[in-house]
């Protein structure tokens, strides 16, 4: 059996640990295919730093989209 992937363009994710190790890859990835996120880690400055680079993969995106 076969697993079909769902697109995660325009849904919500919530990502706990997200600051650093599988937490911040997972969030990475989620943006990459398009997902809104809910970061969180228990240290708050590495929240503002994930925000920071989740926005930036986001804007990537749309960008390539928009203009290959």
């Not at 919530?14 to 600051?19: E, I, R």
């Not at 937490?23 to 295919?33: F, Q, T």
């Amino acid at each position: 059996m076969q697993h079909q992937r769902q697109p995660l363009s325009g849904r919500v994710a919530l990502v706990t640990g997200a600051g650093r190790g599988m937490g911040g890859a997972i969030a990475i990835d989620l943006a990459m295919e398009g997902a809104h996120l809910v970061i969180w880690d228990i240290d708050m400055s590495l929240n503002v730093v994930r925000a920071e680079l989740t926005l930036a993969v986001a804007l990537q995106r749309q960008c390539r989209r928009l203009y290959g």
